[in-house]
């Protein structure tokens, strides 16, 4: 590979967004994991409505004032995000009703976290933080939106600050510090350019077409 192609895949990995990347460099972990879980029958819905229950204690913990441990314990819990895959990969379980499944429970767990979030802050009279959460919750939901919306058109839409991944990594991250008003505040602004950034994509995307 000449210096041309290298510095070309380089730029390709750099757009990757980091849930892709991250699953990449792990997937030496995830393959064995799931080819365990996949000997033991355990189907990978199963595993993806474990992870979503986990993460509804999660939000439970942030909204009865646990931010800390909630914070924690979503470390713990996101890796289960990309074992799903890794178990159905593994016993050949891959469907579409399970890529649909993972992506609802996957909007279902967003709502939760920053539902649980929002009731913390409103308990702690924080009329502000609970807007913001609010715009967080719509641009979170409109992120996946905009790339679902898109893939029906047949283009690519993984670009973006605030994917998945790094909106959980965010969340749990900044939870477990204890630094929430950074968290309402980044969680917001981030959510909301990620969506203007992915409807730019899909306009030049489509104008390039035309």
Same mark, same amino acid.
């Given at each position: 590979?000449?210096?041309?192609?290298?510095?070309?895949?380089?730029?390709?990995?750099?757009?990757?967004?980091?849930?892709?990347?991250?699953?990449?460099?792990? &997937?030496?972990?995830?393959?064995?994991?799931?080819?365990?879980?996949?000997?033991?029958?355990?189907?990978?819905?199963?595993?993806?409505?474990?992870?979503?229950?986990?993460?509804?204690?999660?939000? &439970?913990?942030?909204?009865?004032?646990?931010?800390?441990?909630?914070?924690?314990?979503?470390?713990?819990?996101?890796?289960?995000?990309?074992?799903?895959?890794?178990?159905?990969?593994?016993?050949?379980?891959?469907?579409?009703?399970?890529?649909?499944?993972?992506?609802?429970?996957?909007?279902?767990?967003?709502?939760?976290?920053?539902?649980?979030?929002?009731?913390?802050?409103?308990?702690?009279?924080?009329?502000?933080?609970?807007?913001?959460?609010?715009?967080?919750?719509?641009?979170?939901?409109?992120?996946?939106?905009?790339?679902?919306?898109?893939?029906?058109?047949?283009?690519?839409?993984?670009?973006?600050?605030?994917?998945?991944?790094?909106?959980?990594?965010?969340?749990?991250?900044?939870? =477990?510090?204890?630094?929430?008003?950074?968290?309402?505040?980044?969680?917001?602004?981030?959510? =909301?350019?990620?969506?203007?950034?992915?409807?730019?994509?899909?306009?030049?995307?489509?104008?390039?077409?035309?």
């Amino acid at each position: 590979m000449n210096e041309v192609d290298r510095a070309a895949s380089e730029e390709q990995r750099q757009r990757e967004p980091l849930s892709d990347r991250l699953r990449a460099r792990t &997937a030496a972990v995830l393959q064995p994991v799931g080819r365990f879980l996949a000997g033991l029958g355990i189907h990978p819905n199963t595993v993806t409505l474990v992870g979503f229950v986990l993460q509804t204690g999660v939000g &439970a913990l942030f909204a009865l004032g646990h931010g800390r441990w909630g914070g924690l314990l979503l470390l713990v819990v996101a890796p289960l995000d990309a074992l799903d895959g890794a178990v159905a990969r593994a016993g050949g379980n891959d469907s579409p009703f399970g890529a649909f499944l993972d992506s609802t429970v996957d909007r279902f767990s967003d709502a939760v976290l920053i539902l649980g979030l929002t009731v913390h802050r409103y308990q702690e009279g924080l009329p502000l933080e609970v807007g913001l959460l609010m715009v967080a919750l719509v641009a979170a939901l409109m992120v996946s939106y905009t790339r679902a919306r898109a893939e029906a058109l047949g283009l690519s839409c993984k670009v973006g600050l605030l994917t998945r991944m790094e909106r959980i990594l965010l969340i749990a991250v900044l939870s =477990a510090l204890g630094l929430f008003t950074v968290l309402v505040w980044a969680l917001a602004i981030l959510s =909301a350019v990620t969506v203007v950034q992915r409807v730019v994509h899909v306009y030049r995307a489509c104008s390039s077409r035309e």
